[in-house]
């Protein structure tokens, strides 16, 4: 296996800081893409970049034996019944053999004729039965059965695939070729269809036979036998075969092997390979590889590998041909794609290498079991818990007019209006904002009560000072102040009157009614209160700017200098939404010292207007409020409650549970609601990167692997988010989910940069019942990395923007953008063709979008070229390494003229995702929709985003690049679509996580209803 060579890497990291000296900011991003490419262009010999043709291996002495047992596992092996194999396990090399071909079980000859083109090949049409008997020849030789046919069907395929490759190989370097059984013939014949000798059976092959053919394929097919003769159901599915009959069946085909083994000469090379599945589902199959004593050991004991699956234990059926042809000292041809097995060195035994490579079948089955539904899942449960949450959401809030009963027990006095929890109205948590702000520290509920029952706050929550010889009544006249007139201290601050408006909302102000000596036909906004001139002038003096944006400003709070209680504006002496002063806050507006539902004059509170100081519906009655005081001991239903402020003392709720009229917020469910989804939604986010890490835990050995998996992605997910909650960066809006997407970030870069062993047989990874990628970078895989690398890099550089560093913000981003695609590029590493050509255009999008440029078409299309030189740097480079990847083998593609059918097969691969145009064109709409609603989500009334984009200046570039990086990766792979819900997957649950942090900062809003026709209560 290839080894890291981190001081090659860091050598590669210098030189891409060549040439960054004294340049100007302005050429930052330029500098980072020169920096890929020095990455790419420095040619040095890590982990296979080694520049050189491929020299030819050494001539072995002895000969090489390929012997095919179709549907042979790990789990027929034991030490009793198979006591060839299991010699053969404990002295060679062992390993699980991926056999996917063309279609997902593979038949025997399948099998063979991949064997025999070396690249993935079929048997078209046909039943999936053993193969048919070839047909003699003179000489001892013999003819594949249709061998016409099949080459022809093979090379029209998107694998291009020539089957005879094998055999012609051997005919040009001078090795005959026996085979023995019909499955052999398919396997070694050449272009023509024919080979040297043929042998029906193992036993009839004379040692002089197996000394002149250097180059034999045996067929054991007892094993698959026996399936074939239980048959198939009506539904043309398998019919069980018992245990009992299987074992049998093995016993016999190790015999068969042992006979193989005692007849091939001294120093023989035998290959031992489980060549095909038997029906659907699929399995890993065995493969071992041993020399006959008497030679060179070319298979110490040990696990196999190759630089095709860069997986102890794992290697391919197409790697079977490239070893073969290593073994006798025979030139790879082109065609062959796949690598030489290897031994990696164990002290393991036969029983714990078959322990182990058991497991790893088990693992590929309950990946198998769970992969295709892991994203409905997930995506479904999430959108299900969050549409529960909105509809709470939405039930905090009671319609304007409807009447509902208290749960609080405070009666009338204290700082304002409890809920059924004890909590004040509209509580949100102590680390609701870094910076505090007058409608956060309005909501603390946490002061003592008084012997009557009265909250006594310590922060007061409306301050105002009455001015004794300018009160203002209805006449607009002005009286002394009231005797005994209570004085509440509250932030340092002497004030008369203290308490919290009610939100209220069916109450407006009278046809007429004088407000600081003017009259206005005006509804009152909801939480109205009043305070004095003085409490304005605080106000303008005590705005304050937390960490995540401002809290209350003056300029805003100003330009609006109306009658109507708008949020953001301050009018003779009111405080509105948003305005924080001498620690009170309200929502609505604050006149001339008095809260009320509805309108105050003259230090009343009353449904509708206020007369000489009584509270009442209609007329004065007990309860009334006169000269700042509460008689009679109750207030009626229907009067104010729960903010309205009376000479210092606003009511907490009716004792007892008296009924309440208004629209009232429980603020305290709705901070649940929002902590619960927002913990949900962390979760979420975690998950994709939590499939990962569930592989560092032995699910598969558990006696339910499936259900154990699911739990282990669940608790990974929770731990995940329980870190991103529990450091100081919990309390900002960003910082929990740049924790995940960090956490994404580093876990997948670090496995691509040791051997992709999380990735393997894993939800979002890959598996080898697939055989798609055995390293680096899946199109999953990519999509995950990608889309966190975006949002890492973006909300890393929030805080350099805030504070006007915007050049040290592009830094930080082309640095992430360096850095990212080098680790998805290299052969070494992620290997990902389409990953490059994705990821360095959207990180220069990304660094223009941050500082305020517009992306043009023109930088869009330098952007490409440089992706695209990037990328084929990488192909050359890879190409004349001893063992190229895919991305070698495409520049010698491009360079003899098939590059056409290798894009053509890719984008082909990706339409087929895209195939029922109605959704297509669905997408396609919603896609282009949604670049709207990112560029302005407050035109498309998306408020989870205004919420968002409120506190993070940079949401919206991170939002655009992200869903850019998704669309660009499906257009360049072949997973077509899947890469795009990938990006959704982690991209949408960490926005919303940030939205919903913004609507705990922000108070709970209320409804304004339509005015409705109130009439004025009679003057007494």
Request: charge should be neutral.
């Amino acid at each position: 296996m290839a080894l890291i060579d981190f001081g090659g890497a860091t050598n590669l990291w210098r030189m891409g800081q060549r040439g960054a000296g004294d340049v100007g900011r302005a050429s930052v991003v330029v500098r980072g893409l020169i920096a890929v490419v020095a990455l790419v262009g420095s040619g040095l010999a890590v982990g296979g970049w080694g520049v050189g043709a491929a020299a030819a291996a050494p001539v072995r002495a002895g000969g090489t034996v390929i012997v095919g047992v179709p549907g042979l596992m790990w789990s027929d092996v034991t030490s009793e019944a198979t006591p060839a194999l299991w010699r053969l396990a404990g002295t060679g090399a062992a390993g699980g053999m991926s056999v996917r071909t063309t279609r997902p079980g593979t038949c025997p000859t399948d099998g063979w004729l991949t064997v025999s083109a070396g690249q993935r090949s079929r048997l078209e049409p046909g039943d999936c039965l053993l193969p048919s008997a070839p047909q003699a020849v003179p000489g001892g030789g013999a003819v594949a059965a249709g061998w016409g046919a099949i080459k022809g069907d093979n090379a029209g395929t998107i694998y291009r695939s020539r089957v005879g490759l094998l055999g012609d190989a051997a005919r040009a370097g001078g090795v005959r070729t026996l085979a023995v059984g019909a499955g052999a013939v398919y396997g070694l014949a050449d272009s023509a269809g024919r080979v040297d000798r043929y042998v029906e059976t193992p036993d009839r092959v004379t040692p002089d036979e197996w000394a002149r053919h250097r180059l034999a394929a045996v067929e054991i097919d007892d094993l698959f036998r026996a399936y074939q003769a239980a048959g198939v159901d009506s539904e043309g599915e398998q019919v069980p075969v018992e245990s009992d009959v299987r074992a049998e069946a093995v016993r016999a085909a190790d015999r068969r092997l042992a006979t193989v083994l005692a007849a091939v000469p001294p120093g023989t090379n035998v290959l031992v390979a489980g060549v095909s599945d038997i029906g659907v589902p699929p399995h890993l199959r065995l493969a071992l590889a041993a020399t006959t004593s008497g030679g060179p050991q070319a298979f110490p004991s040990g696990y196999l590998t190759s630089s095709a699956t860069r997986q102890n234990g794992m290697v391919t059926l197409t790697d079977l041909t490239t070893t073969a042809l290593d073994l006798l000292g025979l030139a790879r041809p082109a065609g062959a794609v796949g690598s030489v097995w290897e031994s990696e060195p164990t002290r393991d035994g036969a029983a714990a290498k078959a322990a182990a490579l058991t497991d790893q079948d088990v693992a590929a089955q309950g990946i198998r079991g769970v992969q295709g539904s892991f994203f409905r899942v997930l995506a479904g449960t999430q959108i299900v818990f969050f549409g529960v949450a909105w509809l709470l959401l939405r039930r905090t809030r009671h319609p304007a007019g409807r009447t509902r009963r208290d749960t609080s027990s405070s009666p009338l006095g204290g700082a304002g209006g409890g809920d059924e929890d004890g909590d004040a109205a509209g509580a949100v948590p102590p680390d609701a904002s870094p910076g505090p702000d007058a409608a956060t520290e309005a909501r603390h509920p946490a002061e003592p009560r008084d012997t009557h029952g009265a909250t006594s706050s310590t922060r007061a929550v409306v301050t105002s000072r009455l001015d004794p010889e300018n009160t203002p009544t209805r006449d607009g006249e002005t009286t002394p102040p009231h005797e005994g007139a209570p004085s509440v201290r509250g932030e340092g601050r002497t004030s008369d009157v203290e308490g919290t408006a009610e939100p209220r909302t069916d109450a407006p102000v009278n046809d007429g009614a004088e407000r600081d000596g003017a009259t206005h036909d005006t509804p009152a906004r909801e939480g109205t209160a009043s305070v004095s001139e003085d409490a304005a002038t605080l106000a303008r003096e005590d705005v304050t700017t937390g960490d995540e944006g401002t809290a209350a400003q003056q300029s805003a709070a100003e330009r609006r200098p109306d009658a109507r209680g708008r949020e953001g504006s301050v009018k003779d002496g009111a405080v509105h939404e948003g305005a924080a002063h001498s620690g009170a806050a309200h929502e609505g507006s604050a006149h001339s010292g008095a809260a009320h539902e509805g309108s105050a004059h003259s230090g009343a509170a009353h449904e509708g207007s206020a007369h000489s100081g009584a509270a009442h519906e209609g007329s004065a009655h007990e309860g009334s409020v006169r000269n700042g005081a509460v008689h009679g001991g109750a207030v009626p239903s229907g009067s104010a409650r729960g903010g309205s402020v009376f000479g210092g003392a606003g009511s907490g709720g009716m004792p007892g549970g008296a009924p309440v009229r208004g629209g009232v917020v429980r603020p305290v469910l709705r901070r649940r609601v929002l902590g619960v989804a927002r913990v949900v939604a962390l979760m979420g986010g975690a998950a994709p990167v939590a499939s990962f890490l569930a592989g560092l835990v032995p699910w598969w050995q558990a006696a339910r692997p499936t259900p154990v998996l699911v739990a282990t992605v669940l608790a990974f997910s929770a731990a995940l988010a329980g870190v991103a909650l529990a450091g100081p960066w919990r309390r900002t809006v960003l910082g929990p989910g740049l924790v995940i997407a960090a956490v994404t970030v580093v876990v997948l870069a670090l496995d691509v940069m040791t051997g992709s062993g999380l990735q393997m047989n894993s939800l979002m990874g890959y598996t080898a019942l697939v055989a798609g990628r055995f390293y680096g970078f899946g199109n999953q895989a990519f999509s995950l990395f990608a889309v966190a690398a975006v949002l890492t890099a973006a909300w890393l550089a929030e805080r350099p923007l805030r504070a006007g560093r915007r050049w040290t913000a592009v830094s930080i981003i082309a640095g992430v953008g360096v850095v990212t695609t080098a680790v998805d590029g290299l052969p070494m590493w992620g290997s990902d063709f389409g990953g490059v050509l994705a990821m360095v255009p959207v990180f220069a999008m990304l660094a223009l979008m941050v500082t305020g440029r517009r992306v043009s078409v023109p930088w869009l299309g330098l952007f490409g070229a440089v992706a695209v030189a990037v990328v084929l740097a990488i192909s050359w480079l890879n190409s004349r390494s001893a063992n190229p990847t895919h991305l070698g083998r495409f520049w010698d593609d491009l360079v003899s003229g098939n590059a056409g059918e290798v894009v053509a097969r890719k984008f082909g691969a990706m339409t087929r995702s895209l195939s029922f145009w109605p959704v297509t064109v669905l997408l396609l709409v919603g896609l282009v929709f949604l670049y709207f609603v990112l560029a302005d989500p407050a035109r498309w009334k998306a408020r989870v985003l205004v919420r968002a984009y409120e506190h993070n200046i940079t949401m919206r570039p991170a939002l655009t690049a992200a869903l850019t990086v998704g669309i660009i990766g499906t257009l360049v792979n072949d997973s077509g679509v899947i890469i795009l819900s990938v990006a959704f997957i982690l991209a949408a649950p960490l926005t919303l996580a940030a939205a919903l942090r913004s609507m705990e900062l922000a108070p709970p809003q209320t409804p304004t209803p339509e005015p409705t026709r109130h009439h004025p209560a009679p003057t007494p």
